[in-house]
């Protein structure tokens, strides 16, 4: 098996130096597969056409994305559709609404962002392309970051306007003057609706269902604000009545939301982004006078977004046997993560109250090990002031030594990594800094009284030029320590360690989809024998790439199971067959259900049996996994013995070199002999023994007369279907 085992590692080496397999998967940090978008809007409308509700993902960082409804009008699933608007100018779009503007039955386009409103034209009724109207909007004078949505709000047949402002918290509605087809707006017919504090995010809606447009208003505070319509279709009259929204929008500081039958039970749901990016969603299951708002996670939960600036790192911090996630956070805050799961599939549940005493500057990043040979992981933080922090874990708490890294800073924007760099058996570290260096700080102590010294020139002249985010794994195979940094600009650079010297590597990562301020953590998320990739980021999400040069796909169990009996029990088999798609460990061996064993031998002595019947169950272990187990049914005895056994089965000299005599006695019928070595491989066999007293000279030889190795050996005598066992053993 360690032969096999050789072959397949140097082949594997040949295979990483390539471009991996990378696979991204939301499952792992977002279930819903929705990514958590910085100052998130959501806007409903049955963009496609099929008949449910679609909505546009607004944000600051990107145009809209278009979120489709997969799934119908009752039992909605959203996934990311088409990117529409990718050719947007992302500054005028931070939120945007389908409407039909000009009556021609086809939804336009109408954004707001940084640089104010805008019209878009769909030009395409067959697939959305969208041409900007220039200056549409120009004349209400509205400040940066307006908001739009768009209604029948006089009853006349055509599209009226609101606007949410940013400075000042405004809300005003701007009447159309013009008709259905030929849309006009102007600022001396606009009516001030109120203020509701910073940022006003409103959208039209007939919430209470009474035939009129209603207001419904997020904004820049937590909770909601919703102006019911007391007025008529055609005379509307809005009056501040928040206490239907009650107790919503309190998770964040932050909200701008719309409201839509999603579930199509004819009560209107709310969906809401967040500063932070994380979207909620509530179901009415009341009425429209008594709502009872229920949360629904299934949507669009279960993202993990720590606000910004996420730098995960990977320990098994809480010892139970998988890896838990540390991160830092842009506030400088310390976010800890324990996986819930287990080692191949790993779900994550926030529990960071043991870190909440850490409080140094903002943009803070974390790392973590055993530095004092205790058993509990250390810590140390770097942050925006470039100095080192480092707190013992006293089990209970966490104790702060000032005195560890005193009057050491790294030029800003630190971010430590342990590593055991040198192989020496203690933690190393090694730190990035704003302006894309590493700098290696060896501990020069022992693994239990660590002394971190500076080892000046150890990276050469790496420098990724601004806010290097260090990570390190074997990634070429060869045995050493490789390094993948992430930079502010949302850039990836592996290089690989080879004769003392660190080399460029553009290909291994190549096509990996990063945002700003990229920290790269190399792990074996799904423990299937190679290192997947996790990227944290300026929105402070975290984005997973499995890497699927290994798998759990195909593990091959152990072939051909066998059992032989002499004084002893011993039961045998052969290796897998070729093409599993993890690396092979060992085999493990059950006795009646029990782990008795794990081994690299193709063989398993039992001496000491009860009588009766055992099952003798064997699996091949790989990194990714167990495979189906093979078994054998074993029958022992009370004295441990079998009948109808040969008078007596023995060999002389045992031990023996070069050659050793193997004497048996044949009841009747013929026998055959047999030799194996240690892997359960036939070496020698000796056919058509008939029965009376029989001696055979084996020379250590194989059959084809190639001297063997010192070593165990077993002779099995098979008559009558019965098989009987013995040991020797070959000295040279």
């Known amino acids: 098996m360690k032969a096999m085992s050789i072959i397949i590692s140097i082949l594997m080496l040949a295979t990483v130096l390539m471009a991996q397999p990378w696979t991204m998967d939301n499952s792992i940090f977002n279930p819903t597969g929705i990514p958590s978008l910085t100052f998130s809007q959501v806007r409903f409308n049955d963009v496609d056409g099929d008949g449910d509700y679609d909505f546009w993902l607004g944000n600051t960082r990107r145009a809209p994305l278009f979120v489709e409804n997969t799934g119908s009008p009752s039992e909605p699933f959203y996934s990311i559709g088409t990117d529409h608007l990718s050719e947007l100018n992302y500054l005028g779009c931070e939120v945007a609404v389908s409407k039909d503007l000009n009556g021609d039955g086809i939804l336009d386009l109408i954004t707001g962002g940084y640089s104010g409103l805008h019209y878009y034209v769909d030009t395409n009724p067959d697939y959305p392309s969208y041409a900007e109207v220039p200056g549409f909007f120009s004349s209400l004078n509205l400040s940066p970051y307006p908001v739009p949505d768009l209604a029948d709000v006089d009853n006349d047949g055509d599209l009226d306007l609101i606007v949410g402002l940013s400075e000042d918290g405004a809300v005003r509605v701007y009447k159309n003057t013009g008709s259905a087809i030929a849309p006009q707006f102007s600022s001396d017919d606009m009516e001030y609706i109120g203020d509701i504090g910073l940022y006003a995010y409103p959208v039209f809606s007939d919430y209470d269902a009474d035939g009129d447009i209603d207001i419904f208003c997020g904004r820049d505070l937590h909770g909601f604000v919703y102006y019911q319509n007391n007025g008529s279709a055609t005379e509307p009259l809005w009056e501040e009545n928040s206490d239907l929204f009650s107790g919503l929008g309190n998770e964040a500081y932050w909200n701008s939301g719309d409201l839509a039958d999603i579930n199509g039970d004819g009560l ?218 992430g930079s502010s600009w949302g850039d990836l650079y592996c290089y690989l360690f080879d004769d003392d010297q660190w080399t460029l590597n553009a290909t291994i990562f190549s096509g990996i989809e990063t945002d700003q301020n990229a920290a790269p953590a190399l792990v074996d998320m799904d423990h299937d024998g190679d290192y997947d990739l996790v990227l944290g980021d300026y929105d402070g999400t975290f984005k997973f790439f499995r890497n699927e040069l290994y798998s759990a796909d195909v593990l091959n169990p152990p072939l051909s199971i066998g059992y032989e009996y002499s004084e002893f029990h011993m039961v045998f088999w052969e290796d897998p067959a070729e093409g599993s798609t993890s690396p092979f460990e060992h085999f493990n061996v059950y006795l009646d259900g029990d782990l008795v064993a794990s081994t690299e031998d193709n063989f398993r002595f039992f001496e000491e ?117 013995k040991k020797m053993m070959m000295l040279k």
């Open 268 to 485: 209107l749901d709310l969906v809401y982004g967040t500063a932070d990016g994380p979207l909620f969603c509530y179901t009415n299951a009341g009425s429209v006078t008594e709502p009872v708002w229920t949360e629904n996670t299934s949507l669009f939960g279960g993202t993990i977004d720590v606000g910004g600036a996420s730098s995960p790192f990977f320990i098994d911090f809480d010892g139970d046997g998988d890896l838990d996630m540390l991160t830092g956070t842009q506030m400088g805050y310390i976010k800890y993560f324990e996986n819930t799961g287990n080692i191949h599939n790993p779900a994550w549940e926030e529990d960071s109250d043991f870190f909440s005493g850490i409080d140094h500057s903002i943009y803070a990043s974390v790392t973590a090990a055993d530095v004092t040979g205790d058993g509990l992981p250390d810590l140390v933080v770097g942050d925006l002031s470039g100095g080192l922090f480092y707190y013992k874990n006293l089990g209970e708490s966490l104790s702060y030594n000032s005195f560890m890294f005193m009057g050491q800073s790294f030029g800003g924007w630190s971010c430590p990594r342990f590593v055991d760099m040198d192989f020496d058996g203690d933690w190393d570290l090694v730190v990035g800094n704003e302006d894309g260096n590493l700098f290696y700080l060896e501990n020069v102590g022992t693994a239990s009284s660590p002394n971190w010294q500076e080892q000046s020139g150890f990276f050469g002249a790496i420098d990724v030029s601004s806010s290097g985010s260090p990570t390190f794994a074997d990634i070429d195979g060869d045995g050493d320590l490789d390094l993948l940094v």
């Open 609 to 725: 049996l009860e009588p009766g019947t055992h099952i003798v169950a064997v699996t091949a272990q790989y990194v990714a996994g167990e495979s189906t187990p093979v078994d054998v049914e074993i029958l022992a005895s009370a004295n441990n013995d079998l009948v109808n056994a040969p008078v007596h089965l023995s060999n002389y000299p045992n031990p023996f070199n070069p050659s050793t005599t193997i004497s048996f006695n044949i009841p009747s019928g013929d026998a055959r002999l047999m030799i194996f070595n240690v892997r359960g491989q036939l070496i020698r066999q000796y056919n058509g023994l008939n029965s009376g007293d029989k001696q055979v000279v084996w020379d250590g030889a194989d059959s084809h007369g190639n001297p063997q190795s010192s070593g165990l050996y077993f002779y099995t005598l098979e008559n009558n279907g019965n098989r009987f066992s």
